[in-house]
């Protein structure tokens, strides 16, 4: 069964330092990944998405994440961290069922960013 | 272009109620998912519609159960509500139909807050 875990349910990091947040996925096959991001009272935004044609995926608000298919891992990262990435970020991975799509999420990453 | 949208906002319920979802895809989109995402926690797939049928479902028992419009619209019933049921409910709309297949990333709405006391 495909599955992601997210390791860390919070993790705080100082306005300008490195963003880390790590993902790994359980698949038996080409995996379609996700991430995810939710502002306080929100729903969920699309980060990025893994689509195959590039290892090193870049999406919104400066954040991109990294495909290593050797370390089953999708990464997410952003040089500098600002006050306003402070949400919950989620991990998912698209699972395939006789032609329908659901997303199996992982159980979160809350970012805290201290002034 | 309006994204997915989601009424109501709130809800607060007792035990043993039934409550109904509602739920509008983005323009364009046939596929509408739900999901329960109860606090401190991932969201959870409930069931997916299109063409007005169920096409797949979670783990969830009957007591939840769903509709889909022809204009592809989406409500989600919850009936008996227990105390567990408390959880910020999502909906999450797809084009099917579009080229990137698995790709097509899925758009959520802003989700209804349920409260049963």
């Known amino acids: 069964a495909q599955s992601v875990t997210q390791l860390g349910s919070h993790v705080s990091v100082s306005e300008g330092a490195l963003v880390l947040l790590r993902c790994n996925y359980s698949s038996s096959v080409p995996p379609y990944l996700f991430w995810y991001v939710q502002y306080p009272n929100q729903g969920l935004q699309l980060l990025l998405k893994?689509?195959?044609?590039?290892?090193l995926v870049k999406g919104i608000n400066g954040f991109e994440a990294e495909f290593k298919k050797s370390e089953t891992s999708f990464h997410l990262t952003k040089p500098s961290a600002h006050m306003s990435d402070a949400a919950e970020y989620f991990c998912a991975v698209s699972v395939v069922t006789s032609g329908t799509y659901k997303y199996i999420f992982g159980t979160g990453t809350r970012l805290k960013v201290l002034a | 272009d309006a994204g997915v949208t989601q009424s109501p906002t709130h809800l607060i319920k007792t035990r043993g109620q039934q409550v109904t979802l509602r739920c509008s895809p983005k323009s364009g989109h046939d596929t509408v998912s739900w999901y329960q995402q109860a606090l401190g926690q991932g969201p959870q797939f409930i069931f997916q519609?299109?063409?007005?049928?169920?096409?797949q479902r979670g783990n969830f028992p009957d007591r939840f159960s769903g509709h889909q419009f022809p204009n592809y619209s989406s409500e989600l019933n919850v009936n008996a509500l227990l105390l567990g049921d408390s959880a910020l409910y999502l909906c999450?709309?797809?084009?099917?139909?579009?080229?990137?297949?698995?790709?097509?990333?899925?758009?959520f709405g802003p989700g209804t807050r349920l409260t049963v006391l």
């Open positions: 519609y299109y063409e007005e049928e169920e096409r």
């Open positions: 893994y689509t195959s044609a590039a290892t």
């Open positions: 999450a709309s797809r084009d099917r139909r579009g080229t990137s297949g698995a790709y097509n990333e899925q758009f």
